[in-house]
């Protein structure tokens, strides 16, 4: 017994911020931001949109790019850092608005490692025989919660939501999947508040040690592919396409560079959606399937790294 992609589908919110209207804001340029980030653009929720509204639009294109329906749905995990409430989850919003009840539903806080822990939750939920199709989210409003007045952090992330629907099967799909963490580094990317009595305690914004960031994601992308891909008995030659969580292209290419895998077969889309965090590995997957990119039977490897620190990768056949 097998869990394989059934579909996937994603959702960018229509208002576009490129690095020009950042400079604007900010003391920054397009030149800047762009030779080291290799950002462009990001996507903007409005006001009113929350991450269960981006990620049921995701969600339901997942769903029906699996020929499936909402009510065959048995199991949601949401990945968010941005949900909409303390509570209920995210994931218990986007099941009622999708029109269901009663199939298990929570929400996965990895931060930018949250899809790949989501897939590898699922994945497990399916082989034990606890779940024939998984709804698996990504869904991020990090418009929320970047202090736009900060030049090292607001140019860096965008909205989005990717979505994919992991289902039963007899062929493989997840090969491999290791998950990672490290408290030690809580402080280098944090949202260091809470709400006590009825305020705000701490600063409700994103903080970063930028460079040990960078360091550290280059190592550990680097580390948790070539553990995936032993568990998997495979070689960096058998992946077709590599899908990292899209922080940075210097990260990205750093990291397929290490690994002596040709740059072709890196799927980049950081240039027009910035850092989504937990959206921002089934984003680049669904726009890849969509350009006709991936095709089936072909390996993926999927990593994630982010706030904790996370960090972690999974190995599939679509
Ligand atoms: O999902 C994980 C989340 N985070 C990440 O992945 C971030 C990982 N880190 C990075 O991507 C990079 O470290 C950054 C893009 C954040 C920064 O790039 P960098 O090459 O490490 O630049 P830096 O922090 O060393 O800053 C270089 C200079 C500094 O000025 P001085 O001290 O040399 O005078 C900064 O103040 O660039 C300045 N700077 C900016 N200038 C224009 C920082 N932000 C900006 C900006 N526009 N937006």
Redesign the pocket.
């Known amino acids: 017994m097998y869990s394989r992609i059934a579909g996937t589908g994603s959702y960018l919110p229509r208002k576009v911020l490129t690095n020009h209207d950042?400079a604007k804001m900010?003391?920054?340029?397009d030149e800047?931001?762009f030779a080291?980030?290799g950002i462009r653009e990001r996507h903007v929720a409005t006001d009113n949109e929350v991450a269960s509204d981006l990620a049921l639009a995701a969600g339901q294109r997942a769903i029906a790019n699996s020929d499936l329906v909402p009510a065959d749905i048995d199991l949601i995990i949401v990945a968010t850092t941005t949900p909409d409430m303390v509570f209920p989850s995210t994931a218990c919003i986007l099941q009622s608005k999708l029109g269901i009840r009663g199939c298990p539903a929570f929400d996965v806080q990895a931060?930018?490692s949250g899809f790949v822990y989501a897939i590898t939750i699922a994945d497990m939920f399916i082989v034990s025989g606890r779940a024939k199709n998984a709804l698996i989210v990504g869904a991020e409003v990090y418009s929320r919660i970047l202090d736009w007045t900060d030049?090292?952090?607001?140019?860096?992330?965008g909205d989005g939501a990717g979505a994919m629907v992991l289902s039963v099967s007899q062929e493989p799909g997840v090969l491999a999947a290791k998950l990672h963490a490290d408290g030690g580094y809580a402080e280098k990317?944090c949202v260091p508040g809470w709400i006590c009595g009825g305020k705000t305690i701490g600063s409700p914004f994103v903080q970063?040690d930028?460079?040990?960031?960078?360091k550290f994601?280059v190592g550990a992308f680097e580390e948790v592919a070539r553990e995936v891909l032993e568990a998997a008995k495979m070689s960096v030659a058998d992946i077709d396409w590599f899908i990292p969580?899209q922080?940075?292209i210097?990260?990205m290419e750093a990291t397929a560079r290490k690994l002596e895998l040709p740059l072709e077969r890196l799927i980049s889309t950081v240039e027009h959606h910035g850092?989504t965090?937990a959206a921002?590995i089934p984003l680049a997957l669904d726009e890849a399937v969509n350009a006709g990119q991936i095709k089936r039977g072909e390996n993926l490897l999927l990593e994630g790294?982010?706030?904790g620190f996370t960090w972690g990768g999974v190995l599939l056949r679509y």
């Open positions: 950042l900010v003391d920054t340029s800047w931001i080291r980030t931060v930018c030049r090292t952090t607001c140019v860096l992330f990317l970063m930028g460079g040990s960031v960078f994601a969580h922080a940075n210097r990260i850092n965090s921002s790294v982010g706030g």
